[in-house]
């Protein structure tokens, strides 16, 4: 699968933006999928994740509230994921990357959230700041 982010940019703190992920190629398996972001001098975050084959979103605690993913729970490969991040703040400063993985269960996602560096697909990452 390949993956190919856009909408990075700067952002005053309190603003939003939305992050956009073009996904193709073999998307006819079940990944978990979603955002990963890293600031320098910070371990890789998993910021979202998901199962194609259905279920719930997961969010990291400190995006809770004010990121989301918009899709719903029914079982899907999306060929756009995006990232509606809102109330930002300087913390959120970091490079954002969509990120997959093949799975086979809604709960490898879960535990694809707090294992941000188990994906095997990347995509070219896209700088967020927030000032």
């Known amino acids: 699968v390949q993956l190919v982010e856009s909408g990075g940019g700067s952002v005053q703190a309190g603003g939003s933006l939305t992050l956009s992920c073009s996904v193709s190629?073999?998307?006819?398996?079940?990944?978990?999928m979603g955002w990963v972001r890293q600031s320098p001098g910070k371990e890789r975050e998993g910021v979202a994740v998901?199962?194609?084959?259905?279920?719930?979103?997961?969010?990291?605690d400190s995006v809770k509230g004010r990121f989301v993913v918009p899709r719903d729970s029914a079982p899907n490969t999306p060929s756009t994921l995006y990232l509606q991040m809102s109330n930002l703040t300087p913390e959120d400063t970091a490079t954002y990357y969509c990120a997959a993985r093949l799975c086979a269960t809604p709960g490898q996602a879960l535990a694809a959230l707090s294992s941000s560096g188990n994906f095997r697909y990347w995509g070219q990452g896209t700088q967020v700041t927030v000032s």
């Open positions: 998901f199962y194609t084959g259905g279920g719930p979103i997961y969010y990291a």
């Open positions: 190629g073999e998307t006819s398996s079940t990944y978990c």
